[in-house]
Structure formats: C-alpha cells, structure tokens
C-alpha cells in the first residue's frame, strides 16, 4: 500500500490529472445545482 501511495506521489502527470478532473467535477456540479435552483424560483 505504501508502494502505491508513492509511486502516485512520484507520478506528476498523473497526480495532475486527477487534480483538473476533480476540478471539473466540482464545477460542474456547481452550474447543474445552480441551473436546477435558478430554474425552481422562476
């Protein structure tokens, strides 16, 4: 297990990938909640 955990800390691109994943996801999320909220008040 800690093999793993350092060869993810060892893999940049990999690492930054995930990053800008999560950073979309959330993102994301953030405009569908935003939409579904704005549409619910009208």
Do not use: D, H, P
């Not at 691109?13 to 909220?37: C, D, Q, R």
């Amino acid at each position: 297990m800690l093999k793993l955990f350092t060869k993810l800390k060892t893999n940049e691109s990999g690492a930054t990938a995930i990053e800008y994943g999560l950073i979309a996801g959330l993102i994301s999320i953030v405009i569908i909640t935003a939409a579904v909220t704005s549409s619910c008040w009208r």
